[in-house]
């Protein structure tokens, strides 16, 4: 832990609201301080893109900076960008979508805030298939709300059951959140998962906020079935995207919410407490990433696919690990045999070793025996890094 982490979570200082101790030590930073601390290190652990973003993406970013594109745009967002991303929903899903549906925001991580802490209180309760991107329950919680986890497993391929989903619907529960393909597992839900969970939430009131940042990053030609293409209408949904992973854009930072316009209007309210604006000339290039042609995200699946096919046949070969075929995202959640710590199993990893992966329960109390890795990183480091992890796993003993 730096000391920076112990300041943060450790003081006493009365000054900071309680609400703070909802936020965990961030398992991957722990790691990732540690690792910078060492030589040799290959990191497994990068939850950003390792590519760079089309060149006519960064020029219109460029030449918005140098046109005097400095200022606040709208609060909902660049009115070209919010046209653009209804432009583009409406052809790729078939959907009535206009501006009044959108707003832009500084990622999706801003868009994620806005949609979970404009609903959580205390009380009101939220499903969360785990292992789930680490955002979401902090900012349930952070608010009162309560978290109910539904595990998933690796035996299934990180699978969720819609039966376990809507068997865990009550009175108490506000929303659903869905991520996929997802962080940690890389797992795709099928239609018929989606819309079966869609259908049922909205029926009986409840929300699905669908956190979509991989919407694009899908294998092996698969459609993608979005949250968007399974609902009746826009009522009870709340969808997330962003262009930090499909152009290679994650420190740009421009995301978006897509609603009902009731929604979005509560929603511009917030974001204009909280971020007032995302980057003006980002948003852009935002605008230029949609309007090219789709060679350069044709290019990056093609490269990850590779990836993720020999990192299956990696983990299949690396003793103790029960690995699967992921369908989407750059991650592999592997699991190790049962009572085992990932926690444990990353750390003397890395200090014996110097793979750098992250550990299980940085995603979810049910998910301490496996660890996550991530193959945004080239297929020479994959190789190198499983030329150490396999003999290393060989002489473990668990
Ligand atoms: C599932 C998921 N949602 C949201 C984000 C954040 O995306 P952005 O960079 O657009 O804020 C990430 C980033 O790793 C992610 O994995």
Redesign the pocket.
């Known amino acids: 832990m730096s000391e920076l982490d112990i300041d943060f979570y450790e003081s006493e200082d009365p000054i900071w609201n309680p609400a703070l101790h909802t936020m965990p030590v961030p398992g991957i930073r722990r790691m990732v301080n540690l690792a910078a601390t060492m030589d040799d290190v290959i990191h497994l652990s990068i939850?950003?893109p390792d590519f760079k973003p089309p060149d006519h993406v960064v020029q219109a970013a460029v030449e918005a900076l140098q046109a005097g594109q400095t200022g606040y745009t709208m609060d909902a967002g660049l009115p070209e960008l919010l046209e653009a991303l209804a432009d583009y929903y409406r052809n790729r899903y078939q959907r009535p979508l206009v501006p009044e549906n959108i707003m832009v925001t500084t990622?999706?991580?801003?868009a994620?805030y806005l949609a979970l802490t404009a609903t959580s209180a205390p009380g009101r309760e939220f499903i969360v298939p785990e292992p789930a991107?680490m955002?979401y329950a902090p900012l349930i919680r952070m608010n009162g709300g309560v978290v109910k986890a539904i595990p998933t497993h690796a035996e299934q391929h990180h699978q969720l059951d819609p039966e376990a989903v809507i068997d865990a619907i009550d009175n108490n529960t506000c929303a659903i959140v869905l991520?996929s393909p997802?962080?940690p597992t890389g797992t795709l839900y099928p239609r018929e998962t989606v819309e079966a969970i869609v259908q049922e939430a909205a029926y009986r009131g409840v929300y699905v906020i669908s956190?979509e940042?991989?919407d694009h990053l899908v294998y092996d030609g698969r459609e993608y079935p979005s949250v968007l293409s399974c609902c009746a209408d826009l009522d009870h949904v709340m969808v997330v995207s962003?262009?930090?992973?499909t152009f290679s854009m994650?420190g740009m930072?421009i995301?978006w919410l897509m609603a009902s316009q009731g929604a979005i209007k509560k929603l511009r309210r917030y974001h204009m407490f909280t971020t007032t604006v995302a980057n003006t000339p980002c948003q852009w290039a935002g605008v230029a990433a949609l309007s090219g042609d789709r060679g350069f995200v044709d290019n990056m699946l093609a490269e990850y696919q590779r990836r993720r096919d020999r990192l299956v046949e990696l983990v299949e070969r690396t003793p103790h690990l029960t690995g699967y075929r992921p369908e989407g995202a750059f991650y592999l959640f592997p699991s190790l045999p049962e009572g085992v710590n990932g926690g444990n199993v990353a750390l003397k990893l890395l200090r014996e070793t110097g793979v750098c992966t992250v550990a299980g329960d940085t995603f979810g109390e049910s998910c301490s025996n496996a660890i996550r890795i991530s193959y945004s990183t080239s297929l020479e480091q994959i190789e190198a890094a499983f030329e150490r992890i396999i003999p290393w796993m060989a002489k473990q003993d668990f």
């Not at 990622?107 to 801003?110: D, F, H, L, R, Y």
């Not at 962003?242 to 992973?245: A, D, R, V």
């Open positions: 939850g950003q990622g999706a991580t801003e994620i991107f955002l991520n997802s962080n956190d940042v991989y962003s262009f930090s992973k994650a930072r995301g």
